[in-house]
C-alpha cells in the first residue's frame, strides 16, 4: 500500500512539475516516460535472476531505504533549483523496482502457503486496481495543493516507514545450496528456453509489441487532455481514475467468469487487443470528455 501510495505521488508530481518547467514541452514528457520504462527493459532480467540469490528480505529493505536517501539527495538539488534533477527520481525508482520486486514474489513463495498464493497474489493486484482510482487523485491532490518539494518528502517518508514495516518480515537467508550457477549462464538459458517454446515465443513478441504502444501513447495522454478536450492538465488525473475503475471492474468480471475465460483464452486476447486499438483511435479523435472517459473505462 505505502509502495502504491509513492508511485503515484512520484508519477502525478513529476509530470506536472516538469511540465511546468519546460513550458508543456512533449520531448520532456516523453523523456519522463522514457526513463521510467527503460530501467525496466534493462534490469528486469537481471533483478529475476539475482532474486534466488540474494536475501529477500534485506533485499526489499536496502531498496525501499536507498529509495528514500536517493529522493532526500533529489530535493536537495531541486531546492537548490537544479529542477532536472526531477528526472532521477523516476529513474532510481525504476532500477530499485527491478531489484525489489523480484525478491517480493520471493518472500510470497517462501512465506505463504501454497494454496494461498492466488488469493495473496489476487489481493494484492486488487490494491494496485484500487490506487489506479485514487493514485492520481491523491498524487495531484498533494502536488496541486504543497508542491513539489512537498510530494518528495512524501516519497521520503513513504519508503523510509516501508522499510521499516518491512523489517518485521520473517528472516529470509539466502539459498546456498545447490551453489548458484553463473549469472550470465542463468540469463542465457532462460533466453534459450523461452525462445524454444512456441507459445512462450508467441506471447513474448506480443508484449514486446504491447509494450511499444504503450510507451508510444502513455507520454501523450496529458495532452489529449489539454489539446483535444481543452482541459487544465490536471484534469487527467479523473481518466487515470477512470481507467483504474475499469481494471477493477474487469478483473471482477473475470474472476466471476474465470471458466468462461479460461475455455475462450485463445479469442478473448486478440479480442482484446482490438478492442484496446479501436480504443485508441476513439480517444485521440474524440473532442468530448464523456466519451474520452467512457473509452478509458471500458
Same mark, same amino acid.
Given at each position: =500500500?505505502?509502495?502504491?501510495?509513492?508511485?503515484?505521488?512520484?508519477?502525478?508530481?513529476?509530470?506536472?512539475?516538469?511540465?511546468?518547467?519546460?513550458?508543456?514541452?512533449?520531448?520532456?514528457?516523453?523523456?519522463? #516516460?522514457?526513463?521510467?520504462?527503460?530501467?525496466?527493459?534493462? %534490469?528486469?532480467?537481471?533483478? +529475476? #535472476?539475482?532474486?534466488?540469490?540474494?536475501?529477500? *528480505? *534485506?533485499?526489499?529493505?536496502?531498496?525501499?531505504?536507498?529509495?528514500?536517501?536517493?529522493?532526500?539527495?533529489?530535493?536537495?538539488?531541486?531546492?537548490? !533549483?537544479?529542477?532536472?534533477?526531477?528526472?532521477?527520481?523516476?529513474?532510481?525508482? /525504476?532500477?530499485?523496482?527491478?531489484?525489489?520486486? $523480484?525478491?517480493?514474489?520471493?518472500? %510470497? @513463495?517462501?512465506?505463504?502457503?501454497?494454496?494461498?498464493?492466488?488469493?495473496?497474489?489476487?489481493?494484492?493486484?486488487?490494491?494496485?486496481?484500487?490506487? =489506479?482510482?485514487?493514485?492520481?487523485?491523491?498524487?495531484?491532490?498533494?502536488?496541486?495543493?504543497?508542491?513539489?518539494?512537498?510530494?518528495? +518528502?512524501?516519497?521520503?517518508?513513504?519508503?523510509?516507514?516501508?522499510?521499516?514495516?518491512?523489517?518485521?518480515?520473517?528472516?529470509? $537467508?539466502?539459498?546456498?545450496?545447490?551453489?548458484?550457477? $553463473?549469472?550470465?549462464?542463468?540469463?542465457?538459458? !532462460?533466453?534459450?528456453?523461452?525462445?524454444? @517454446? $512456441?507459445?512462450?515465443?508467441?506471447?513474448?513478441? =506480443?508484449?514486446?509489441?504491447?509494450?511499444?504502444?504503450?510507451?508510444?501513447?502513455?507520454?501523450?495522454?496529458?495532452?489529449?487532455?489539454?489539446?483535444?478536450?481543452?482541459?487544465? *492538465?490536471?484534469?487527467?488525473?479523473? %481518466?487515470? /481514475?477512470?481507467?483504474?475503475?475499469?481494471?477493477?471492474? !474487469?478483473?471482477?468480471?473475470?474472476?466471476? %467468469?474465470?471458466?468462461?475465460?479460461?475455455?475462450?483464452?485463445?479469442?478473448?486476447?486478440?479480442?482484446?487487443? =482490438?478492442?484496446?486499438?479501436? +480504443?485508441?483511435?476513439?480517444?485521440?479523435?474524440?473532442?468530448?470528455?464523456?466519451?474520452?472517459?467512457?473509452?478509458?473505462?471500458?
Amino acid at each position: =500500500m505505502l509502495q502504491q501510495i509513492g508511485i503515484w505521488v512520484r508519477n502525478m508530481a513529476l509530470l506536472f512539475y516538469i511540465m511546468e518547467q519546460t513550458g508543456n514541452n512533449p520531448t520532456a514528457v516523453a523523456l519522463l #516516460t522514457a526513463l521510467e520504462y527503460l530501467p525496466i527493459f534493462v %534490469f528486469s532480467m537481471i533483478g +529475476g #535472476t539475482l532474486a534466488d540469490r540474494w536475501n529477500p *528480505k *534485506k533485499t526489499v529493505i536496502i531498496g525501499d531505504s536507498l529509495s528514500a536517501v536517493s529522493i532526500v539527495v533529489i530535493l536537495g538539488l531541486v531546492s537548490a !533549483g537544479w529542477w532536472q534533477a526531477a528526472f532521477a527520481a523516476t529513474v532510481v525508482s /525504476a532500477v530499485v523496482s527491478q531489484f525489489s520486486q $523480484p525478491s517480493s514474489s520471493v518472500l %510470497f @513463495k517462501r512465506h505463504v502457503p501454497e494454496e494461498l498464493i492466488g488469493a495473496a497474489i489476487g489481493i494484492t493486484q486488487s490494491q494496485m486496481a484500487i490506487f =489506479m482510482i485514487g493514485g492520481p487523485i491523491l498524487g495531484t491532490l498533494i502536488y496541486s495543493r504543497l508542491g513539489i518539494e512537498a510530494s518528495l +518528502g512524501v516519497l521520503i517518508a513513504v519508503f523510509a516507514l516501508a522499510a521499516l514495516i518491512q523489517l518485521a518480515l520473517p528472516p529470509s $537467508p539466502r539459498d546456498t545450496s545447490p551453489a548458484p550457477s $553463473p549469472l550470465l549462464r542463468d540469463m542465457r538459458e !532462460g533466453i534459450r528456453y523461452v525462445a524454444g @517454446k $512456441p507459445n512462450l515465443r508467441l506471447t513474448a513478441v =506480443m508484449f514486446l509489441l504491447v509494450g511499444c504502444a504503450t510507451g508510444i501513447t502513455q507520454p501523450l495522454d496529458v495532452f489529449v487532455t489539454m489539446e483535444r478536450l481543452g482541459l487544465a *492538465k490536471e484534469a487527467v488525473q479523473w %481518466f487515470e /481514475a477512470l481507467a483504474g475503475v475499469g481494471l477493477l471492474a !474487469g478483473g471482477i468480471i473475470a474472476a466471476v %467468469f474465470s471458466g468462461v475465460v479460461d475455455r475462450h483464452r485463445s479469442r478473448i486476447i486478440p479480442l482484446a487487443l =482490438m478492442a484496446l486499438s479501436i +480504443g485508441t483511435v476513439i480517444e485521440v479523435v474524440s473532442l468530448w470528455p464523456v466519451l474520452t472517459g467512457s473509452v478509458r473505462f471500458c
